[in-house]
Every structure is written in structure tokens, then in C-alpha cells.
């Protein structure tokens, strides 16, 4: 499917769900990098918002383009990673003015918004949905790292549930074509700065546990990601974190936005479903890892939180 799409478009446009995370990346910059090997004749360019800085070794990210220029048009547009059409955000406008688009993605919550839809709601990650649909005799290098990337940063290392056969078949061919494994696990999952230890530390100092020590949530404000010097992008790996605590079924972080505006991200062990939970307060996302935006205060965003968490629990006892 994909390789016929590409086959049949002169310019292509690929695009992101909102803040980028390494799987949302590594199949953008994977597939535009398979593309420009594959398909030299062929105009293709990414729409993504800020990448963070460990993850611009990529081969295509310094081309990377954060707005869209007036009149612009493709004849396809890939949308990658992405639940549904807000969450493209500024790259939008180019999806509904395309001739022909396509969806790959991995969220239950999809709705299939595309002409053309690849939705693999128990599939790892994008990523590996990406992988399996390219000519793997045709897969280079710097797409394989990228592909790599993005695999290993949806199944937390290979180590959620979502890691099935598939995923690790996948992961071991690309180390077949080259990619230094340990190198990019360490540089781009494990490998943290000072303000970024600082920020965890906060964030686990300050938590609290409720519903009988099953929960655990904790938040971080505008004013005080200023003090440490950190933006949004250093704060992943913090719900994960808090997840590990031991008797937890569902961590809670909390990102103020903008005045008693909150991010919320949801992660849960084997009783939840966060992803029904999200998609209550018009979110989204798997089944394990799920988020959407509130406001109110942080007390205000638990107590919201704490009856529908129960009401999964209370089904489980």
C-alpha cells in the first residue's frame, strides 16, 4: 500500500502528532529518509514541531520545517503517530488540502481519519508499523536508526507489554543492517542532564499516593520548569518513573501549559485502561500510556481522575 502511494505522488508532506516523542520522530524522519533514498525524483518534507535536541542526529531533522508556507500543496500527505486531526496541530491545513492522505498509527483511539488508514491498535509503536510496510531490502541505514529509535522509545526498551514477537523481530533486523543499539538506547532513553535529574526529583519528592497507595501523582508548574531551566521535552520519563513504584496501578503527572492548565499523563500497570480514561476528558491513547489536557488545579485534576480510576478498580476486586 504504502510503496504504491508513494509510486503514484510527485510531492509528499509527512506530519506529527504535537509534541513530538521519539516514536512520533523516528518514523517521520525513518520514513522521509526512505523516501529521499528510494524515491530521489519524488519533493517529500516533514511537518513537526520542535524536536528536541537528542534526537536531531537523524539523518533530515536539520530540514525539518515548523510552519507551512502560504498556497502550499502535496498530492499526499502520510500522517504519522497521530490520533486523530487536532493533534497534527499546525500541520493541519496541509492534511485537509492534500490530494490524497494516509494515516499509519497505533492508538485505539484513531478513528480512521484519512483516505487511506494502516491503524494497528496493539501494534508497539508507528514505527515498527512503518517498518513493515517499506522493502526491507531497500531500508538503509539512517533509516533503520531512526525506525530503531522509535521502537525502543514506545515499548520503554523492549520492556512494556506491548513488546510482542513482531516488535522484537523487527528491532533484530535492524540491528542486522547496522544500527549501534546500546549507543543510541543509552544517548537517547537513558542519558539525562542535571535539570532533568533535578525535575525527577522534584517530581518524586512532591508525589503523593491515594486510593489506598494504588495511585501515585504528582506536577510540576510553569514557574518552577523556569527555575530548573527545562521546557516540556525534558519532562518525559517522569509518569513512567512514578509508575514504578511499587503497589501502583496508575501514575499521574501533571505539566501546567498555561495558567491552571494541565497536561495530564497517564500510566498504568496491568488493571487500568488509561486510554478510556483520556479518552473521558477528550484525550486519548493505548491502553498503558494515555494523556489529554484539564484545567483546574492539580487537587482539582485528581479528584476528576479518582473516581473514574475506581470505577476500573472496583471491577478488578
Known amino acids: ?35 529521499k533514498d528510494n524515491y530521489s525524483d519524488k519533493e517529500v518534507e516533514v511537518y513537526l514541531e520542535e524536536i528536541p535536541e537528542k534526537f536531531k542526529f537523524m539523518r533530515e531533522t536539520e530540514n525539518v520545517r515548523h510552519e507551512i508556507l502560504e498556497g502550499k500543496r502535496y498530492d499526499l500527505f502520510i500522517c504519522l503517530d497521530c490520533g486523530d486531526l ?53 531500508v538503509g541505514l539512517e533509516t533503520a536508526e531512526a525506525l530503531y529509535v522509535g521502537l525502543s522509545h514506545d515499548t520503554g526498551v523492549f520492556q512494556y507489554s506491548c513488546t510482542a514477537p513482531s516488535t522484537l523481530r523487527a528491532a533484530a533486523e535492524l540491528l542486522e543492517i547496522g544500527v549501534d543499539a546500546p549507543k543510541l538506547i543509552r544517548e537517547t532513553f537513558y542519558e539525562k542532564s542535571y535539570a532533568q535529574h533535578q525535575v525527577l526529583g522534584r517530581a518524586l519528592l512532591e508525589s503523593i499516593l491515594f486510593l489506598d497507595g494504588k495511585c501515585i501523582a504528582s506536577y510540576i508548574r510553569e514557574r518552577e520548569m523556569k527555575f530548573f531551566g527545562v ?31 494541565y497536561k495530564v499523563s497517564l500510566r498504568s500497570g496491568e488493571l487500568v485502561d488509561v486510554s478510556v480514561i483520556a479518552r473521558y476528558f477528550g484525550g486519548g491513547g493505548h491502553r498503558r500510556a494515555a494523556g489529554f489536557t484539564l484545567t483546574g488545579t492539580p487537587y482539582d485534576v485528581i479528584n476528576n481522575l479518582s473516581g473514574r480510576i475506581e470505577l476500573q478498580l472496583e471491577k478488578e476486586v
Open 86 to 138: 487536532e493533534r497534527l496541530g499546525f500541520s493541519a491545513p496541509l492534511f485537509e488540502t492534500a490530494k490524497h492522505t494516509l494515516c499509519i498509527d497505533h492508538h485505539v483511539s484513531n478513528p480512521g481519519f484519512a483516505q487511506e488508514n494502516h491503524i494497528v491498535p496493539d501494534a508497539s509503536s508507528t514505527s515498527e508499523l512503518v517498518y513493515y510496510l517499506l522493502d526491507k531490502e531497500r
Open 231 to 261: 521546557d516540556r521535552s525534558d519532562l518525559d520519563g517522569i509518569a513512567s518513573q512514578l509508575r514504578n513504584t511499587k503497589g501502583v496501578e496508575v501514575a499521574i503527572f501533571m505539566d501546567e501549559i498555561r495558567p491552571n492548565v
Open 1 to 35: 500500500m504504502l510503496n504504491k502511494l508513494l509510486k503514484l505522488a510527485d510531492t509528499i508532506a509527512i506530519g506529527g502528532h504535537v509534541r513530538p516523542d521519539g516514536d512520533c520522530i523516528g518514523s517521520c524522519m525513518g520514513l522521509c529518509r526512505y523516501i
